[in-house]
C-alpha cells in the first residue's frame, strides 16, 4: 500500500488496484499555434504541468500502474459531434474545421494528438471521448472494472472543465480520485484555484487534492 499526503486528509491506494488518468494533454489544447491559443488563450499556464505529468508518468510506468490517456475529439464525419457543441461560442473556426494543425478536435489529425513529452507508450489505453467527462460514451468505466481498479490519480487538462467533469463521473461510479494541483492546469488561474477547492470541500466530497512531490514520495514508498 501507498500513502500520499493530501487534502482533506491522506490517500492510500495498492498500486495495482489504482490507474493513472491522463486527460487531454492534446497539442489543441496545450500546444502555441493549437486551437486554444487560437481562442486568445495563454497555453504557457498549461504547459506548465507537462514536466511534473512527466515524472508522474514514468513512476508510474515503473511501478506497473495501469495508465490511460484521454484524447477530445470526433469521428471525421462529426456524427458524434452535437450541434449545441458544433455551434457554442459562435466560433469562425470551430470544431472540425481546418484549424492551425489539421482539422480542429478530430480524430486523426494533428493537433488532436497528444503532446510528444507524454506520447502513450505501446500498450497504454487511449480513450476517445467525445465530451467533457472521460466516462461519457466512452468504454472507460468497462475498462477499469474489467482491471479491478477502484482508484485514480487524475492528471491533464483543464482543471475546471474535463478534469472536473471526469471526477464527478468517476465519483458517481465509485472510484476515489486524487487530483495532483501542479499536474492539472487551467487557461484560468481562478477556476484552476476553485475546480481544486471544490474536490477537496467537505472532506472531500469528491476526492482528494495533492501534488506530484507528495504523489511520487508516496509511490516509492509502495
Ligand atoms: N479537455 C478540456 O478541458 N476541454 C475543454 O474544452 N477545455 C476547456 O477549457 N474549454
Same mark, same amino acid.
Given at each position: ?90 466560433? $469562425?473556426?470551430?470544431? #472540425?474545421?481546418? !484549424?492551425?494543425? /489539421? ?5 486523426? &489529425?494533428?493537433?488532436? %494528438? ?85 474536490? $477537496?470541500?467537505?472532506? #472531500?466530497?469528491? !476526492?482528494?487534492? /495533492? ?5 511520487? &514520495?508516496?509511490?516509492? %514508498?509502495?
Amino acid at each position: 500500500m501507498a500513502s500520499v499526503q493530501a487534502e482533506p486528509y491522506e490517500f492510500t491506494f495498492d498500486p495495482r488496484s489504482c490507474a493513472l488518468l491522463i486527460i487531454d494533454m492534446q497539442r489543441d489544447f496545450v500546444d502555441p499555434g493549437g486551437f486554444g491559443e487560437a481562442l486568445g488563450n495563454d497555453v504557457s499556464l498549461l504547459r506548465r504541468a507537462i514536466a511534473p505529468i512527466r515524472k508522474v508518468l514514468d513512476a508510474a510506468r515503473r511501478k506497473g500502474m495501469l495508465v490511460i490517456h484521454t484524447r477530445e475529439g470526433h469521428r471525421a464525419d462529426l456524427s458524434d459531434l452535437p450541434q449545441s457543441k458544433k455551434l457554442r461560442g459562435r466560433l $469562425k473556426t470551430g470544431i #472540425g474545421d481546418a !484549424g492551425p494543425m /489539421g482539422r480542429i478536435l478530430v480524430r486523426g &489529425e494533428r493537433g488532436h %494528438g497528444i503532446v510528444d513529452e507524454l506520447k502513450p507508450a505501446a500498450g497504454e489505453p487511449v480513450v476517445d471521448k467525445p465530451g467533457k467527462g472521460a466516462f461519457y460514451a466512452t468504454d472507460l468505466d468497462a475498462m477499469l472494472h474489467h482491471r479491478g481498479i477502484r482508484q485514480l490519480v487524475v492528471c491533464g487538462v483543464t482543471t475546471e472543465v474535463c478534469v472536473q467533469t471526469t471526477v464527478r463521473e468517476a465519483n458517481d461510479r465509485g472510484y476515489d480520485c486524487l487530483v495532483l494541483e501542479d499536474c492539472v492546469a487551467s487557461y484560468f488561474p481562478e477556476f484552476q484555484a476553485a475546480a481544486l477547492k471544490m474536490i $477537496k470541500a467537505q472532506g #472531500g466530497i469528491f !476526492g482528494w487534492v /495533492g501534488d506530484s512531490a507528495r504523489f511520487l &514520495e508516496g509511490l516509492a %514508498g509502495a
